[in-house]
């Protein structure tokens, strides 16, 4: 849940660092701090965001160093607990992300063998149990210290001893390191480096890496050689600038035109659909993710049942990786995730793999540890930089759909007007996203007028209702508003309890099988007292006399509009957070990926 970033080159290591980091700082902005390598080592610290940071810092020259943006896990927000963290004699500095689950007994062995502690992090263990096994070569000493290590970590190193050199390893967090010309950049992951460049090394799970004026050698933990690949990202640099947008999630929203042209390209032929992976024919599919991309997971169950007729169960990753799972080779577990780091969709995808299922990965991030779990297909959303998952989900909920006609039609299950009505709708989703991006005026107004609301309710029916959820979630972590979403026909059964005069009721109210019924929720909300906020299509003539505020997505087919729900509700969020001066991109206590439990 922290960034980490480290420098080497001709260039003054500070500035790169601080650019490094203030693009990593979505994965966390409690404190931040830098250690630069200069005949001593200097460090700069401070509680709070990057930029409290910069506006500390004293010049500091160097042409080395290392950095972290920090999510707290072990110890308040500080700048005592901010890293990087030193050993004793402050010549080893360490830069850490991930937890180290034995801190306690390494921290009691080390204190007892003279060690002074000034922090209560997890982290601070690091430099001295490197400092208790200095053997004058610093790879040795971080590859030693390590072996008595258990938990996740990605960190950077460096020391006094060696002034030319950072040493980094990884295990279960992320790790990048950047080739620039005569410089490399580390970074927890590429969007940070892309300015600087697209040539990249991904760390694998325990890989010890040395970078130095001679290059980056990588070994394995136990000392064996590793051949890496260079990888070239093709992301555009642009991609992760904010463009002009005030914040990254609504340039993320405005993206999702092209991202979702960018999601199909080159999936849907006469021929079928073509993804990345291969689709096993199995008994049942189990899908596997956490928050946004849970949500996106349930969707999916919708879509796959009713187009492929294959059983499938959707699963909150942090539940099932503790349930003994009833799982086999006859089934597919499929792991949702945008960033492809989140501990937890790990551990359960790892859990499921075990137990001999077939595993598939859905994911946004290029290189992400799950990429080397299973075969996946991308969601080729870009990066996305608000902590608020936007144009990650509908680009999981348009791969989800591809995924049910590839497996309908490979059974057998799917028509031949099914699959062209569904494909004709997909080729016309990008325009119909400009659509509700041309109206978003309207979502704006509408959005002004319930800032101020104490309370929100979001339902829907059938593919909607996992936007139901989604809208909520969207709302609730930006705007700070609590929100339950709920699935419509659950009304009678208790949420009807929380409705009182004037509540806004968000009723997902397009054209489907359940819109009658759906009419029928509105009319009980209603009627006790709500104010309802329809999403219906452009041509329904009807709902203005159920509703009292009407935002409009095109007509489209009932499988494809929920993305054009979700972007509505993402432009809904975003401006109730907007009028409530929210910290839109950054909302309090989150991070963008959550790569410990
Ligand atoms: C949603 O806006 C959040 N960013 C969060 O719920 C997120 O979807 C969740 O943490 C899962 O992340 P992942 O898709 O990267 O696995």
Redesign the pocket.
């Known amino acids: 849940m922290c960034g980490i970033v480290g420098y080497l080159g001709k260039s003054e290591a500070v500035p790169v660092l601080f650019d490094l980091l203030r693009r990593l700082e979505y994965r966390g902005y409690d404190s931040a701090g830098i250690a630069i390598l200069n005949g001593s080592i200097q460090t700069s610290k401070a509680k709070g965001r990057v930029d409290n940071l910069i506006s500390i810092t004293p010049e500091i020259m160097g042409c080395t160093g290392i950095g972290h943006t920090r999510w707290a896990t072990h110890g308040e927000p500080s700048s005592e607990n901010a890293h990087p963290h030193c050993n004793c004699e402050g010549s080893i500095a360490v830069v850490h992300n991930g937890i180290i689950e034995n801190y306690i007994e390494l921290k009691d062995k080390l204190i007892a063998s003279g060690h002074k502690f000034r922090s209560e992090t997890d982290s601070e263990v690091l430099p001295h149990l490197i400092e208790e096994y200095y053997d004058g070569d610093l790879e040795s000493s971080v590859r030693n210290a390590l072996s008595h290590v258990r938990g996740s970590y990605a960190i950077a190193v460096v020391s006094t001893d060696e002034p030319d050199q950072i040493v980094i390893a990884r295990k279960d967090s992320p790790l990048v390191i950047g080739l620039g010309n005569n410089e490399h950049f580390v970074a927890s992951d590429v969007a940070a480096i892309l300015k600087h460049t697209k040539d990249v090394i991904f760390m694998g799970d325990g890989e010890i890496g040395v970078i130095n004026g001679g290059g980056v050698k990588v070994t394995t933990l136990g000392g064996g050689s590793v051949e890496k690949n260079i990888e070239t990202i093709d992301w555009d640099p642009e991609s992760a600038e904010k463009s002009g947008y005030e914040h990254f999630m609504l340039k993320e929203i405005f993206e999702q035109p092209a991202v979702i042209r960018e999601t199909l390209s080159g999936r849907i032929s006469s021929d079928g659909i073509d993804l990345d992976a291969a689709l096993p024919n199995v008994r049942r599919i189990v899908i596997l993710?956490?928050?946004?991309?849970y949500h996106a997971g349930l969707f999916g169950r919708y879509v796959i049942e009713r187009f492929a007729r294959i059983p499938v169960d959707v699963e909150i990753a942090s539940e099932f990786r503790y349930i003994d799972p009833i799982i086999d080779c006859g089934d597919l577990v499929i792991a949702?995730?945008?960033?492809?780091?989140?501990a937890d969709?790990l551990a359960a995808i790892r859990e499921a793999g075990s137990r001999g299922s077939q595993k598939l990965g859905v994911v946004n991030m290029l290189g992400s540890s799950i990429t080397r779990e299973c075969p996946c297909i991308q969601t080729r959303a870009g990066p996305e930089i608000g902590?608020?998952?936007t144009k990650?989900f509908t680009s999981q909920l348009a791969v989800l759909l591809l995924i049910a006609i590839r497996l309908g039609s490979e059974r057998r299950m799917i028509t031949t007007a099914e699959m062209n009505d569904l494909a004709a709708g997909l080729r016309q989703i990008s325009g119909n996203i400009q659509r509700v991006l041309n109206d978003a005026a309207r979502t704006r107004e509408c959005a002004k007028l319930f800032a101020g609301a104490n309370q929100f309710m979001f339902m829907g029916r059938g593919a909607n209702y996992p936007c139901a959820l989604e809208g909520a979630?969207?709302l609730k972590?930006i705007s700070y508003i609590p929100a339950e979403g709920f699935a419509a026909g659950e009304l009678k059964h208790g949420p009807l309890a929380l409705i009182y005069e004037g509540i806004p009721v968000v009723a997902i109210a397009t054209k489907d099988a359940v819109y009658e019924k759906m009419l029928g929720n509105i009319k009980e909300v209603k009627a006790r007292g709500a104010t309802v906020i329809g999403i219906a299509n452009e041509s329904d003539t009807e709902i203005e006399r159920y509703v009292d505020h009407v935002l409009r997505v095109p007509d489209a087919d009932p499988w494809i509009a929920p993305i054009l729900s979700s972007v509505v509700l993402q432009l809904f969020a975003y401006y109730v957070a907007y009028y409530r001066d929210c910290e839109i991109d950054k909302p309090r206590n989150?991070a963008?990926?959550?790569t410990v439990e």
């Open positions: 993710a956490c928050g946004t991309s949702i995730t945008q960033s492809g780091e989140t969709t902590v608020a998952a990650s979630l969207k972590e989150l963008k990926s959550v």
